[in-house]
């Protein structure tokens, strides 16, 4: 009797285990699809949202960049250049923002100034664009007469044309000076020009 109560103890002992490791296998099993599959949910959720923010940014960035450009600034200047073929000399010409410019944008300006070209445009700064055949008409030549500098203008065939007599002795210039003036010291551009009387006073 003890021998059947010993057998039998071992059949259920054995078959409680067998029991205990097919139960535990089928709730591994169970578990292993519901972490992928919660896997997957919170993929798409987060692929979503980057996509939502990657739209908004993109609607700011096109925002920002209209609002920069878009308009001229009350506060903006504007440049006009032209260069001349002949002399190869670019003369500018600043300007305050006419109040007529004032918010427009780039399409405005282009179509209120058509006979230039539009080389830079922001709100704060407008430069406009001209090539033009001939001289800038702002060669000089400064000479020594009678120990004062006098002013000439030169016209494209290189003629002279007094333009002032200045009160600025030459006798207080230097010696490399004093032999350019006497030779006729050519200068390019008015403010050229006012910068180098300006030295010579």
Known sequence: MKKLFIILFAILFFAGGIIGSLVMMSKMNKTEPEENEKVEI??????????????????????????????????????????????????????????????????????????????????????????LEGECGEHYMLRDVDGKINIYKLDEDGNEALVNETDIATEYLTSTDKINMENGLIVYGKESLNKLLEDFE
């Not at 001229?72 to 010409?93: D, G, L, M, Q, W």
């Not at 007529?100 to 709100?123: C, I, P, Q």
């Open 42 to 131: 919170s993929d798409k959720v987060t692929d979503e949202c980057v996509e939502e923010y990657n739209e908004l940014q993109t609607e700011q960035i096109q925002e920002a960049n209209s609002e920069e450009t878009e308009k001229v600034s009350p506060n903006a200047s504007i440049t006009f250049e032209k260069f001349y073929k002949n002399c190869e000399h670019t003369v500018k010409r600043y300007e305050a923002i006419p109040s007529s410019l004032v918010n427009a944008t780039r399409e405005e300006v282009e179509a209120k100034y058509s006979e230039w070209n539009l080389k830079d445009f922001s709100k704060e700064k407008i430069v406009l664009y001209q090539e």
